[in-house]
């Protein structure tokens, strides 16, 4: 599996990755991943590559990431190069009109990918008091929730027990069940 995780400083990218690893190593599966590239400053782009398997580079080709986790709309539509036909596009939105440009919806359908947008921070509002910083595992909710290979629920949600900081945990266990409910409401 290769994923390509995209957004901006402080929505939690580290951390998305540590989960990937974790869950990967679980399954006594060999994992690479990369620095994050950008400003990881708050606020700034960044893009983080990452693979399960037997690669030798971190890097992801244009056209070969299974998964594109968009922490941000802008960043994820800058980075659907990154796609393979048939990958899957999980993109935290806060305009729903950005993904209706007829140009985008095209170039979507033709390369088959599926689409998982969803309102991101409208749900932290309503149901976590508007804390964004549990983002990241509401998006890996949503993944697993869209069977997502290599993100099964039990393994998530395992990774998540392990890794969360103690006074995080039932907050990043909630997150992760409203990501789910994104898919299956």
Same mark, same amino acid.
């Given at each position: ?6 957004g901006?400083g402080?929505q939690?990218?580290? #951390?998305?990755s540590?989960?990937?690893g974790?869950?990967?190593?679980? !399954?006594?599966? %060999?994992v690479?991943?990369?620095e994050v /590239?950008g400003m990881?400053q708050?606020?700034?782009?960044v893009? @983080? /590559?990452?693979?399960? =398997?037997d690669?030798?580079? %971190?890097?992801? @080709?244009?056209? /070969?990431?299974?998964v594109l986790m968009a ?6 539509i800058?980075?659907?190069?990154? *796609?393979?036909? =048939?990958?899957t ?6 305009e729903?009109c950005? *993904?209706?440009?007829?140009?985008l ?6 390369? !088959?990918?599926?689409?998982? %947008?969803? *309102?991101?921070?409208e ?7 508007g804390n964004? *910083? #549990?983002?990241?595992v509401l998006?890996l909710?949503a993944?697993s929730g869209m069977k997502?290979?290599g ?5 998530v949600?395992?990774?998540l027990?392990e890794?969360? %900081?103690p006074? /995080?945990?039932?907050?990043n266990l909630?997150? #992760?069940?409203? =990501?789910?409910?994104?898919?299956n409401?």
């Amino acid at each position: 599996m290769k994923y390509v995780i995209v957004g901006i400083g402080g929505q939690g990218i580290l #951390f998305t990755s540590k989960v990937l690893g974790k869950i990967a190593i679980d !399954k006594g599966l %060999p994992v690479i991943g990369n620095e994050v /590239h950008g400003m990881a400053q708050r606020g700034g782009s960044v893009i @983080s /590559h990452f693979k399960v =398997g037997d690669y030798r580079s %971190p890097l992801v @080709s244009e056209g /070969h990431a299974d998964v594109l986790m968009a922490f941000d709309q802008n960043e994820g539509i800058r980075s659907l190069a990154f *796609l393979r036909e =048939g990958g899957t596009f999980l993109v935290n939105i806060n305009e729903p009109c950005a *993904l209706e440009n007829a140009h985008l919806k095209k170039h979507l359908s033709d390369k !088959k990918i599926q689409t998982c %947008p969803f *309102l991101g921070y409208e749900i932290l509002d309503r149901h976590m008091g508007g804390n964004y *910083l #549990f983002l990241n595992v509401l998006i890996l909710g949503a993944a697993s929730g869209m069977k997502a290979e290599g993100l099964e629920e039990e393994q998530v949600a395992a990774a998540l027990k392990e890794l969360s %900081p103690p006074k /995080h945990l039932k907050a990043n266990l909630k997150a #992760f069940e409203l =990501g789910m409910k994104v898919i299956n409401p």
